[in-house]
């Protein structure tokens, strides 16, 4: 493996993963375990391990930016976009505004995008440190403090009407393009009551968009249900005062040339992908640009030696990472 390639880079970063949303996205994951100011329900990543409204400030932007650079440098990755994500809420990493100043210096032609519970925007600094993105996406999921406290166990210091507010703030001061994702569950959130509500929030806030999604992967309440193509675009049609887009499967890209890396590094990037979120074969052979088959042989043999775990979900079969990296 190229010696280039430092502990830190695979740390920090991983995929590109497939995103329903942005594409090929290129994470960068800044937190040491689940660590969030949710516990959603719904969430790929697994149950949170730190609940906290802390921020904290370390590693440095400039060793994160010196990871990034590595991975790039060592992996030659196709992507289209650097994403902030991972095990927890980004926003919690107190710099992350200066970091993105040096992500957008020293790869000028990719947009960065930042995927937020939006639980910290009552904060000032938070909402100033994302303004240099170029997307930033928040999530709405409840219409009220009961149905918040439900689906995303938010921390104690926590409100509803305090997520609502900064949503708002940060709409008023944001240049970039904002996109609003809503996550509807079968028999919890879908109801007419509940999205006619959910939908006049969302025009009070008044994104460039609302990404209107349901249960793609495992989460951390196996028994959840998703809602069918048909039923969200039913619930679609509540949000009439905002653009709205009903967000589907990722969609194979396809590259112009497969990757031709050695098993060893294909391996360390499957893995790295896998403990932060789980997908199928297909997820990970187009967005790491290499053969299915590839891909499917360390897969097979991750499987077995009980590494890797493979679920199936609705007729798909997705593999997520046995225990979490180090």
Known sequence: MNSNLSIASRSFVFGPVPSRRLGRSLGIDLLPCKMCSFDCIYCECGPTE????????????????????????????????????????????????????L???????????????????????????????DIVSPSLDAPDEALFRKINR???????????????????EYRGIYRLEVLLIK???????????????????????????????????????????EE??????????????????????GVAQERKISPQMLETQIVNLLARRPCS???????????????SQILSRLTAERKVLAQEVNGKIFYSLASSLP
């Open 50 to 101: 730190h609940l906290t409204v802390k921020r904290f400030s370390e590693p440095s932007p400039n060793e994160v930016l010196s990871g990034l650079k590595a991975f790039v440098e060592a992996f030659q990755p196709a992507f289209d976009v650097i994403t902030f994500s991972g095990s927890g809420e980004p926003t919690l990493y107190e710099p992350i505004g200066d970091l993105i100043d």
């Open 103 to 133: 992500i957008k210096r020293d790869f000028p032609s990719r947009p960065v995008a930042v995927l937020t519970n939006g639980s910290l925007f009552m904060d000032p600094a938070v909402r100033a440190s994302l303004l240099r993105s």
């Open 187 to 229: 028999n919890i959130n879908d109801s007419h009551e509940h999205l006619e509500r959910i939908a006049n929030v969302a025009s009070r806030i008044n994104p460039d968009v609302v990404d209107l999604t349901t249960i793609a992967r495992p989460g951390t309440v196996s028994s959840l249900q998703r809602l069918s193509r």
């Open 154 to 172: 938010p921390h104690p210091s926590l409100t509803w009407e305090g997520l609502v507010e900064g949503l708002i703030a940060f709409r008023k």
């Open 281 to 295: 074969l297909d997820d990970l052979a187009d967005s790491l640009g290499v053969p299915s088959r590839d891909a």
């Open 232 to 253: 969200m675009e039913k619930c679609a049609d509540f949000f009439k005062d905002v653009p709205c887009s009903i967000v589907g499967g990722y969609l194979k890209k």
